[in-house]
């Protein structure tokens, strides 16, 4: 029954669009790449025919937009036919970035943790924390990651602890939001019971408000750790960084070489897709452990 | 003040005004009340009347604008610190993330009873409830009333003399509450609390009180009591009998007094 409903509720529609997608992006890298093919036989004056344009379109080194198979070649030679200790592995440049993204992620999920345990028991925090919580994310994360980096830096740290500190600053705002909603979420008849119990702040907190929260919990986490990547990379940006995912979009950018940003990106995106889909199943093994209704 | 020490609940010139947007809202005005110990009150009014109220002012959920209130002759703040009565609410209120069992065993985490004392008194009560061997399962598992029935073990687990009761089987099937009531009743007569407790039915409200307060709206006020003439021992059939129709009787004309019904 549910195998069957995979097949028909998933696999197909994704499919489609998959295939879809991939038709467009054929078309859109010839359609990009062919000036370029006739600059070329104009120059040298000779005559080149639509078919051969489009052969040619496929295979350029250094295309406006590489089709997809120079993409996929690209990205089995760097991780497959590269030791992953090697500097042109992708897979080397994908863990320093994992890395960073792991540790900010944790530190910005406990942070955002206890964060919202203040907001919620505490009014003076709750009003005068949200406030900055809030106009914390109206900084646009690319004017405030590089002064990270250089202060870190004129105090002497350097490497993880900058970047992963950005995915820090990025991800603890969903997880402060959500986990306030969270440990607000009880309802009043709950709450009531606990004050009926004469139970402690500790009590109502560990048996009541942290329970109920953990939906929201999860749910920002998932927030969280996409954008934690997100946040890894732009620090290693301005770094002029030599190693990490960052480092590979930026010196792709510079030399030209598109197929590279190209794999690079879609290592990221393959990362992101992983960790949020982690955190998932962390989210329903907690809920499954906590009796939900499957 | 006249109370006695026998008395559980004992409340003079109890007043309690709620201060809202619209203007203050007299929920309770002048009641004079003792609940004596052993005692099953009931409580019956038309919506709006302060049963609500009266039951929550007595577990310290609400603080009374005017006159005074005693439980176990302490305030009532004092009670609740002491945890001097067990609450069921109109609805279950289980936390939908803890078995039955677990959910029975949260007063008494709360109040530090050791692991094997909490077996014994969450199968002792799941007994008292008719719900053994259900322990294992999750609220959203069981029905409406077993769900009640469990709120209620809940409020039982605990060493509370006193037990205060909002509608609990307010939204339940006519067949299933009478078999609650008469479980009620059982439970009453096994454990000796002092029950108060909230209905909208007369016949649910002569069935199982020794008193019925009768009150009324606008402002929320006692206007009867009536003393209950029937025996402990209750079948469902006395509810055929001519006594027990006659104090339904006075009951039903008790609510007619205290309100019309042409507003
Ligand atoms: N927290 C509150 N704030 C403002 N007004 C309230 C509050 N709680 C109750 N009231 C008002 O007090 C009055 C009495 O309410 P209460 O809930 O005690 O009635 P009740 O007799 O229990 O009614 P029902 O039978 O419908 O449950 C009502 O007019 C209600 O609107
Ligand atoms: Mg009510």
């Known amino acids: ?294 | 003040m006249t109370s006695n020490s026998a008395s559980v609940v004992s409340a003079r010139n109890l007043g309690l005004t709620f201060e809202t947007s619209d203007g203050p809202v007299n929920a309770l005005t002048g009641v004079d009340l003792d609940v004596a110990k052993g005692d099953f009150v009931s409580f019956i009014g038309p919506s709006g009347c302060g049963k609500t109220t009266f039951l929550r002012v007595i577990a310290d959920l609400e603080k009374p604008t005017a006159g005074s209130i005693t439980v176990n002759g302490m305030t009532p703040e004092e009670a609740r610190r002491r945890r001097a009565y067990g609450y069921v609410f109109q609805a279950a209120a289980l936390y939908p993330w803890r078995t039955i069992e677990n959910n029975i065993a949260l007063p008494l985490e709360i109040m530090g009873y050791s692991r094997e004392d909490r077996k014994a008194r969450i199968e002792r009560t799941l007994e008292l409830v008719n719900l053994s061997g259900f322990g294992k399962k999750y609220p959203w598992q069981l029905s409406g009333g077993m769900q009640q029935r469990a709120s209620i073990a809940r409020a039982l687990a605990f060493d509370a003399d006193l037990l205060l009761m909002d509608e609990p089987f307010g939204a339940l099937d006519e067949i299933v509450r009478d078999h609650l009531n008469e479980q009620l009743l059982k439970l009453w007569a096994r454990t000796n609390k002092t029950i108060c407790f909230v209905t909208h039915s007369i016949p649910e409200a002569v069935y199982l009180s020794t008193r019925i307060i009768v009150m009324s709206p606008r402002p929320g006020r006692v206007t009867d009591v009536i003393e209950s003439t029937l025996p402990r021992e209750r079948p469902l059939g006395i509810r055929e009998t001519p006594e027990f129709l006659e104090i339904a009787h006075r009951v039903r004309e008790g609510l007619r007094a205290g309100h019309s019904y042409e507003e």
């Open chain 1, 1 to 294: 029954m549910r195998d069957e409903s995979f097949l028909k509720d998933k696999l197909l529609p994704i499919g489609t669009v998959v295939l879809l997608l991939i038709a467009v992006w054929y078309v859109a890298a010839v359609y990009l790449n062919a000036p370029f093919e006739r600059d070329t036989a104009g120059r040298a004056s000779t005559e080149i025919g639509f078919s051969q344009i489009v052969r040619n379109t496929m295979a350029q080194e250094r295309p406006v937009l590489p089709a997809p198979h120079q993409v996929i070649v690209e990205i089995w030679d760097t991780t497959v036919n590269k030791a992953i200790t090697s500097k042109r592995s992708l897979v080397y440049h994908a863990w320093i970035t994992l890395s960073a993204t792991l540790l900010g992620f944790g530190i910005g999920a406990a942070l955002g943790v206890l964060l919202a345990v203040g907001i919620v028991h505490n009014r003076a925090m709750d009003r005068s924390l949200m406030p900055w919580v809030i106009a914390s994310q109206t900084i646009p994360i690319l004017a405030i990651a590089p002064m990270i980096i250089v202060v870190l830096n004129a105090i002497g740290i350097s490497g993880l602890l900058p970047k992963a500190l950005i995915s820090t600053y990025l991800s603890f705002f969903p997880v402060v939001v959500g986990m306030v909603k969270g440990l607000r979420s009880p309802e009043t008849i709950q709450l009531d019971l606990m004050h009926t119990y004469n139970a402690s702040p500790a009590q109502t907190f560990w048996k009541l408000r942290w329970p109920s929260s953990m939906p929201y919990l999860f749910t920002s986490l998932k927030v969280a750790v996409a954008i934690s990547l997100v946040g890894a990379i732009v620090g290693e940006l301005p770094t002029g960084a030599v190693a990490g995912l960052g480092a590979r979009l930026l010196a792709g950018s510079y030399y030209g070489q598109t197929v590279q940003i190209w794999a690079a990106l879609f290592m990221a995106a393959a990362l992101a897709a992983i960790l949020v889909m982690i955190v998932g199943l962390a989210h329903t093994a907690v809920l499954k452990r906590m009796g939900a209704k499957p």
